[in-house]
């Protein structure tokens, strides 16, 4: 399994970027999506996730109301839609695909870099 994180760069205060995590497997509809970030002398932290099938999501309480993700099985895409995005959302971001649903993550991607500046 193989995960591909994109969408990421250098926004201003209160613009929108959308990231991608494109997922190399047998069967994608099969995983649960999360998404998690890491800022520089941080610990990496959870930030959404969406079921296998798509119909449950769950978000940080620091992204929610600003951040959809979405999942196009067809694609085999999971999608991150930032907008409102703050100087503190500023990370590398991280997709992850789980089988044990949102517990535990079995797959990682190499992360993408946002910076958003003030």
């Known amino acids: 399994v193989q995960l591909q994180a994109s969408g990421g760069g250098l926004v201003q205060a209160g613009d929108s970027l959308r990231l991608s995590c494109t997922i190399s497997a047998r069967d994608f509809r099969t995983y649960a999506v999360g998404w998690f970030r890491q800022a520089p002398g941080k610990d990496r932290e959870f930030v959404a996730a969406i079921s296998y099938s798509g119909g449950s999501t769950t978000y940080d309480d620091s992204v929610k109301g600003r951040f959809t993700i979405s999942k196009d099985n067809a694609k085999s895409t999971v999608y991150l839609q930032m907008n409102s995005l703050k100087p503190e959302d500023t990370a590398v971001y991280y997709c992850?695909?789980?089988?044990?649903?949102?517990?535990?993550?079995?797959?990682w991607g190499q992360g993408t870099q946002v910076t958003v500046s003030s």
């Open positions: 992850a695909a789980s089988l044990r649903g949102y517990a535990q993550y079995d797959y």
